[in-house]
């Protein structure tokens, strides 16, 4: 087994760096988050690094990278207060991963790249009109995460969109059954399938 100290690391190229140790965490959901500036121009990023905080009361966090190399997303959130994040099915995948370029502040990311823009009833926040497992997020907070400059944002879950078919009976949502995808590292994706669900673990 090949050995990589810190040093070692440190000495690497920055992009053989990035690729590496984006791919050490293994397997990544990957979404597209929708946000408006306060001039009402949309945007919308890919984010691979959503995660569940808790149920009850309903929390979702992400990291935003330094404002410095991504300032859209977050200064849109601090703004308005309101985004949204759309799971990426295998349909689209090109297209969301585009929006992982620099656009200007005033380009919409769902002109450049194809994606249709949709607005929901009361939405403060654009939806993808293709993704099938969609919800709006109201910021609780936001969280410097000092050693590197990023920040972790919470956000509640106000309302969801989702097709019928994917929720089982007992609130299992059987995703792949969405073509939703996952990511590894920078650049790549993959396709999902169910290995096994078990029984809650007892002693």
Known sequence: MKHYSKEDILCWER?????????????KSA??????????????????????IGADPALIGFINRPIKAAPHTISNIESTEWYTINHIHISFIEKAHQTSARYPQNDSEFEKTGL?????????????????IKYLMKLVEIIPIKHNASFFIIGSVEDIYIEEEIVKEDGYLQIEKAGSITSLGIDAYYETNLLS???????
Do not use: M
């Not at 992009?15 to 397997?27: D, E, H, P, V």
């Not at 403060?124 to 993704?131: G, L, T």
């Open 197 to 203: 669900r078990f029984a809650y673990a007892k002693p």
């Open 31 to 52: 979404s597209l988050i929708g946000t408006t500036n306060l001039d009402g121009i949309p945007n919308l990023a890919i984010f691979s690094n959503i995660v569940h």
């Open 15 to 27: 992009f053989y760096r990035a690729n590496f140790i984006n791919c050490l965490s293994g397997f």
């Open 116 to 132: 249709t823009i949709q607005w929901k009833e009361n939405s403060k926040a654009p939806f993808v009109a293709e993704s099938k």
